[in-house]
């Protein structure tokens, strides 16, 4: 088959590989530089589970969601004809859950760096060994575990909205299922060892084996649930579970967009609260278009306002299984264009 | 940056005050520009003056537009002032940037802000990458579906053959949403209720996913939603509106030179018109797909329940009656095939009446003017064929072959022959009018005829006199009565009415008073002679003078309708409908005619209402010539289809008595399809003839008949003492089924015949071989072994064949029950048509099947009345052994008056969808039944969490509040260690 590729191909070829060895390397080097730099990670993450702020934010998002769960469930167990043919549009669909999203990204960046600012500590943290970058990458990253954590107890809805059964269990020892159990088994043993202080050789051996042990868990995972026969585990659902996890990949890459606003914003400001505001009124732009929804008509109106509506991304791909290029590239590159110029804020600290 | 920089106190601080200033007002003006723009822009969106902007599609399209909207704009200001104001907001804006981008450039020439502009430009170039990567992503979105099912992917053949559509040929969808789930008749005055507005919402909403994954195929799709109880906007403009834009971009791309333009321009009025009009008399929700294809524009039409069909009846039923919406959908497919073959050639359907009167042109309610509208709403083309004339001499009705334009211009001659007539009669009637009043106008001034006048009047004085006062006495008696009345009613509206009566009495006594003195005094006196007869001849005068007037009326409304049957003459082809009408041959003009055309549908009217005064069309009027039916037989020989509708064969002795079968009868009955010669007739209507004959009721057509029923066993759509052969039911009786299920469970599909004629299949039988078999395995005197083997012989050819053609119950219409097969269904003085249970015939026992008279022994019911059969032609129809023999397939209806209407009255749902099924079947097109192989419903959890069950309980609140309260516990706890140190 390579034998039959023209000269243009190669070259295609060969420039894709140029650019994904250099994105390799590029990934290696932050992680690198990431890893240097995690006792800041750790901080800033611990930080908010000392703030009460996170925990209003926690107990509001679980109320609302479970409300909204609680609703889903309703339509899924009715009386008569009302119904929901996707839970996930079902809940994330609606009006209120946005209504209240559109707090909590401005609400968890908001001090990042205006803290910083406002109480003086930022001068200090510029003096820090660390790259501008490192700064910015570890206090988005923290913000982002802690988004993931605010969206880990609303796992427990699944089994009631996908009306799972008990799992299955069968005796299917194949290579692909063990190469899955090993590398799930790898990744256990990996966080377990980043439990204790067992020193740099010991936290870069734990970081292999979960990263190792997760693409093992992943590949293995995948060709061994795709291949006919009995699996390890079955898990017997009603509903499609492919929305569902579209709907937290979904979420995860709208989350890294708007944290990544606010922490552009949270950059250039000293007051949180005008921070606050500033990221809600931007959030506001992605949010609000998505309340107002005219007719399903051809027009240009129409597709830019989806082109720009989360809520509609939500609505029509997501949580329907589908995967939409527009809505992933425009997260994507927002969140890189902000995490870019809040480096650049910072640096512009240093030489004003 | 200028403007925030401290100014040093310097000579040259005046000059920089100024340049600051000057740099605010810019400032000022270009964010006031803005301002503007936006609001204008708004402005002018709402006002609609943004369509052209709106609809562009690619960029190229959208700055052309916005060139003519700005050209527009200028030339006529006034009623522009949005988008003048607009553009002008917008200018201002630009101007400012352009200032702005100059100060930034002269701030970066300054060695101290190099470093900063690095920053800037590191910071322009990140946004432009934003920019470019997401406008590149709004113009080659792609979706992927990831649902277990594929829900969201056309299927590969339907990929394959959009991706053949040209991108340039604009195709317009129309989601109608017109708030009616079926245009079932039963639902007319009944409210949608939960099942049927649930089951709208989710149709509307999986028309826009199909319309959105074929608009990711092709940008040549536009969608246009119109909803009758939308409050966004007025319905009617928006039809027009939509309608024009949709013919307009049908015929977009056309070049044209001025004169072109404007036939160009006139034709998209006449197709926005047509689409219009198919809107309007769409019975229900559906979707219209236009565009154009050879050059010319094409609309096709799919009704919701085409895609998905709403099955109450399971819906109500679902989960042990708990319910839930359950739809069969019907695929893509539908959707696909009207998408792209916009302009795929229509059915077309000949429709055969004995008169224009019962055609599809008709005015009457006896005509088929709602089955025309039916058909052509459902997208077949419809064309009428007479099959007699009214002789002109003996007004017999005789055989012919005419087109529906043939009979009209024949009736057009006719008129204005008789309208011409009728002028000449009114203009001699005019000329005596007038001699007679030029007499009397004479007569005022001649003496001598006055002097023989005043003579007349003096003999005539006393009588009239006379007369006159009795005519007051009359009168006055009348009044007293009135007035008496009056006294005695407290009704104001009775009152009232005596009142107008009693004031129209007074004023004719006056006059009547008046003639009464005059005549009293002509008696006498000659000076009153004289004033009588002024009076009278002025009288005279008077009446001729008006007798005239109504002539001139009556001629001018002739002269009229002369004129208006010669413009509509006008509008035919006369030249070639006359030749046509000189064809003498009508075999070969009844096959020129049916050439094209790719079903037949013979509707005969006979009895309609037994119980009525007036039963129906007598069954005598119908029978075609042997020509007719030989062209007919052809049109059957090649395989194509026919739908007879015959009504019963019935008709009072008194009036000539019952019908006889003609050719076309016979044929079918050669194809295996039985007409009896009876009528079925229901309980209710034996109570209603003994009501009429007791005078109790006016008519008994107001009795209703019971509702046809549509399950039934096996053995019932059989002639009666047939082996028992269960088959599955009839494709058309199934759909009409899966229809009447969109209604509930507490409802059926209420389709009443009246007077029907029983119609049975019996497949023919082998020739001579079974006969022969018969003869000898009923003689037991002498038993041989090649009698018995013929027998088997004929007897397994039976079955093969019975297997072949009954392999689905032919039946799909049947009577009730409680009905009866009567051979004289009048009632007469001595006698009311009722069931009597025939004596039990014992020799019918022995035999192997009963006689041909088998069938019309009379019974209880049900009675199978509509039959629809595929079958091979018997090889007896060829001239030649080697000819093929078609496959047909036939549909008979044992009623004539079942699809009756005039062109205001549509035709009920029932009926329509029982039509449209019928005609699919006959046509082959069986995908476009309604079928229930893919049923849709939504998804349920009941099974892992009981409805109403602690566990149900245990989610909602465990989920709703549990999880909150443990995480403000956690909170709580964080606060309160926090506290601790």
């Given at each position: 088959m390579i034998s039959n590729l023209s000269g243009r191909e190669w070259i295609t070829l060969t420039v894709l590989l140029?650019?994904?060895?250099?994105?390799a390397a590029g990934l290696v080097w932050t992680a690198i530089g990431l890893f240097r730099a995690r006792s800041l990670i750790r901080r800033e993450f611990s930080a908010y589970f000392l703030s009460p702020i996170a925990y209003v934010v926690l107990v509001v998002f679980l109320f609302v969601t479970g409300d909204l769960f609680a609703n889903t469930l309703d339509l899924l167990t009715a009386k008569g004809p009302v119904g929901t043919e996707s839970p996930m549009q079902t809940m994330f669909g609606a009006k209120l859950f946005w209504l209240v999203f559109l707090f909590i990204p401005p609400l968890l960046t908001m001090r990042l760096f205006a803290e910083e600012r406002s109480s003086g500590t930022l001068e200090m943290l510029m003096t820090a060994p660390l790259r501008d970058w490192q700064v910015v990458l570890c206090k988005y990253l923290a913000c982002l575990a802690f988004y993931t954590v605010l969206w880990l107890p609303t796992l427990l809805y699944l089994p009631a909205l996908l009306g799972a059964r008990m799992p299955l269990f069968h005796n299917a020892w194949t290579v692909t299922s063990l190469t899955f159990v090993a590398g799930l088994a790898s990744v256990l043993v990996g966080l377990v060892m980043l439990l204790p202080h067992l020193g740099t050789t010991a936290r870069l051996v734990s970081l292999a084996l979960i990263v190792l042990g997760g693409m093992a868990a992943g590949i293995g995972g995948w060709l061994h649930y795709h291949a006919q026969g009995p699996h390890l585990i079955e898990v017997p659902v009603l509903l499609d579970p492919y929305p569902v996890l579209w709907t937290y990949a979904g979420m995860f890459l709208v989350g890294a967009m708007f944290l990544a606003i606010g922490l552009l914003i949270s950059s250039l400001v000293r007051n949180q609260m005008v921070a606050a505001i500033l990221a809600l009124a931007v959030g506001l732009l992605f949010i609000g278009s998505g309340f107002w929804r005219p007719e399903l008509v051809s027009s240009n109106l129409y597709n830019i306002v989806y082109f720009f509506s989360v809520p509609m991304h939500f609505e029509r791909a997501f949580t329907r299984g589908l995967l939409d290029s527009q809505p992933i590239i425009l997260y994507g590159s927002v969140a890189l264009f902000c995490l870019f110029l809040t480096v650049r804020s910072l640096e512009a600290r240093r030489w004003q | 940056m200028a403007v925030t920089a401290p100014a040093p106190i310097s000579a040259s601080r005046r000059p920089r005050l100024f340049w600051s200033r000057l740099h605010f007002v810019i400032r000022l003006l270009g964010l006031t520009g803005g301002l503007l723009a936006c609001a204008a822009a708004v402005l002018a969106a709402v006002q609609g003056e943004l369509r052209t902007l709106q609809t562009a599609t690619v960029p190229q399209q959208a700055w052309t537009a916005g060139v003519s909207l700005a050209q527009t704009a200028w030339q006529a200001p006034q009623q522009n002032l949005a988008v003048i104001l607009c553009l002008a907001g917008a200018a201002t804006a630009l101007f400012t940037l352009l200032v702005e981008l100059l100060v930034v450039l002269a701030f970066t020439a300054t060695r101290r802000s190099a470093f900063g502009f690095n920053a800037v430009v590191q910071g322009v170039l990140a946004a432009v990458a934003l920019i470019g990567v997401n406008l590149w992503s709004f113009h080659h979105a792609a979706q992927v579906d990831f649902t277990r099912d594929r829900q969201f992917t056309l299927p590969a053949e339907v990929r394959k053959d959009l991706a053949q559509m040209h991108p340039n040929s604009p195709t317009t969808i129309i989601v109608y949403n017109r708030h009616k789930v079926f245009a079932l008749a039963q639902e007319k005055d009944k409210p949608e209720d939960d099942y049927d507005k649930e089951a709208q919402r989710k149709v509307i909403e999986k028309v826009h996913d199909l319309v959105e994954q074929f608009r990711a195929l092709g940008r040549q799709f536009n969608v246009e939603v119109l909803d009758t109880e939308s409050k966004d906007y007025k319905f009617t403009e928006r039809l027009q509106g939509v309608t024009l834009a949709a013919a307009r971009d049908a015929r977009a791309g056309e070049p044209a030179d001025d004169k072109q333009a404007q036939e160009i321009e006139a034709q998209i009025q006449t197709d926005a018109e047509t689409l219009r009009q198919m809107i309007k008399d769409a019975p229900e929700n559906s979707l219209f797909f236009c565009g154009r294809e050879n050059q010319q524009f094409h609309v096709q039409h799919l009704s919701f329940n085409d895609f998905y069909l709403l099955d109450k009846t399971l819906s109500e039923d679902d989960r042990g009656g708990r319910g839930n919406l359950v739809l069969l959908y019907q695929g893509v497919e539908p959707f696909a095939r009207r998408l792209l073959k916009l302009g795929e050639k229509k059915p077309r359907i000949a429709i055969a009446t004995i008169h224009e009167v019962l055609s599809t042109g008709s005015e009457y309610d006896m005509g088929l003017a709602s089955l025309r509208k039916a058909l052509e709403t459902r997208g077949f083309d419809v064309?009428?064929?007479?099959?007699?004339?009214?002789?002109?001499?003996?007004?017999?009705?005789?055989?012919?072959?005419?087109?529906?334009?043939?009979?009209?211009?024949?009736?057009?001659?006719?008129?204005?022959s008789v309208v011409r007539q009728q002028l000449v009669k009114l203009q001699s009637a005019r000329t005596a009018i007038e001699k007679e009043r030029d007499f009397w106008a004479k007569a005022a001034d001649d003496e001598k005829m006055r002097t023989s006048f005043l003579k007349q009047l003096a003999e005539q004085a006393p009588d009239q006199a006379r007369q006159h006062a009795q005519d007051v006495q009359e009168i006055d008696l009348k009044l007293r009565q009135i007035r008496q009345v009056m006294q005695a009613v407290?009704?104001?509206?009775?009152?009232?009415?005596?009142?107008?009566?009693?004031?129209?009495?007074?004023?004719?006594?006056?006059?009547?008073?008046?003639?009464?003195?005059?005549?009293?005094?002509?008696i006498r006196d000659s000076a009153a002679r004289e004033t009588l007869l002024r009076r009278i001849i002025k009288q005279k005068a008077d009446d001729y003078t008006t007798d005239l007037e109504r002539i001139d009326q009556a001629v001018r409304r002739s002269e009229r309708q002369l004129e208006q049957a010669r413009n509509d003459k006008a509008k035919l082809n006369v030249r070639a409908l006359e030749e046509q009408q000189q064809m003498s041959d009508l075999r070969a003009k009844l096959r020129r005619l049916l050439a094209d055309c790719d079903l037949l549908i013979v509707p005969r009217m006979t009895l309609r209402n037994t119980a009525a005064g007036f039963p129906g069309l007598r069954p005598r009027y119908y029978p075609l010539e042997a020509e007719q039916v030989a062209a007919i037989k052809e049109f059957l020989r090649a395989g194509k289809p026919i739908l007879a509708c015959f009504g019963p064969l019935n008709w009072p002795q008194e009036d000539g008595g019952n019908g006889e079968p003609d050719g076309l009868e016979n044929l079918f009955t050669e194809l295996?399809?039985?007409?009896?010669?009876?009528?079925?007739?229901?309980?209710?209507?034996?109570?209603?003839?003994?009501?009429?004959?007791?005078?109790?009721?006016?008519?008994?057509?107001?009795?209703?008949?019971?509702?046809?029923?549509?399950?039934w066993s096996s053995r019932d759509s059989l002639p009666p003492g047939s082996p028992d052969l269960p088959r599955p039911a009839s494709r058309i009786r199934d759909s009409v089924r899966l229809t009447a299920r969109g209604l509930g469970k507490d409802q059926t599909l209420e389709l009443r015949i009246r007077d029907p004629r029983p119609v049975y299949f019996v497949p023919p039988e082998p020739p001579g071989l079974r006969t022969q078999a018969v003869a000898l395995f009923a003689s037991p005197a002498q038993p041989s072994w090649p009698g018995l083997t013929l027998s088997l012989t004929a007897l397994g050819q039976s079955l093969e064949q019975a297997r072949q053609q009954l392999h689905a119950d032919p039946v799909f219409l049947m009577?009730?029950?409680?009905?009866?097969?009567?051979?004289?269904p009048f009632p007469s003085d001595d006698r009311i048509p009722q069931f009597e249970q025939p004596k039990s015939d014992k020799d019918n026992r022995r035999r192997l099947k009963p006689a041909a008279g088998g069938l019309e022994t009379r019974r209880r019911g049900p009675f199978p009345i509509?039959?629809?059969?595929?079958?091979?032609?018997?090889?007896?129809?060829?001239?030649?052994?080697?000819?093929?023999?078609?496959?047909?397939?036939?549909?008979v209806?044992?009623?004539?008056?079942?699809f009756t209407g005039n062109d205001k009255q549509k035709l009920p749902g029932a009926e329509e969808k029982v039509l449209v099924h019928t005609i699919n079947w006959l046509l082959g097109r069986d995908d476009r039944l309604p079928h229930d192989e893919r049923v849709w419903s939504?998804?349920?959890?009941?099974?892992?969490?009981?409805?109403?069950?602690?566990?149900?309980?245990?989610?909602?609140?465990?989920?709703?509040?549990?999880?909150?309260?443990?995480?403000a516990y956690f909170g709580l706890v964080v606060l309160l260690f926090r506290r601790l140190r």
């Open positions: 140029v650019v994904l060895l250099g994105a | 064309t009428d064929i007479v099959l007699k004339k009214e002789n002109k001499d003996t007004s017999r009705l005789e055989p012919a072959v005419y087109s529906l334009e043939e009979t009209k211009l024949e009736r057009l001659k006719r008129e204005e407290d009704n104001d509206v009775i009152r009232a009415r005596l009142q107008r009566e009693l004031e129209q009495s007074e004023e004719e006594r006056e006059q009547f008073v008046e003639l009464r003195d005059l005549w009293q005094k002509a295996g399809i039985k007409m009896l010669k009876q009528t079925v007739l229901y309980d209710v209507e034996e109570k209603a003839f003994a009501e009429n004959r007791a005078g109790l009721s006016i008519a008994g057509s107001s009795v209703e008949v019971p509702p046809l029923i549509w399950d009577t009730s029950s409680q009905s009866w097969n009567e051979d004289n509509g039959v629809a059969v595929e079958t091979t032609v018997p090889r007896s129809w060829y001239a030649s052994e080697a000819d093929k023999r078609a496959r047909l397939r036939l549909a209806i044992g009623q004539g008056g079942f939504y998804p349920r959890v009941n099974d892992t969490i009981p409805p109403d069950s602690p566990t149900e309980y245990l989610w909602l609140w465990g989920v709703r509040l549990g999880l909150p309260a443990l995480f």
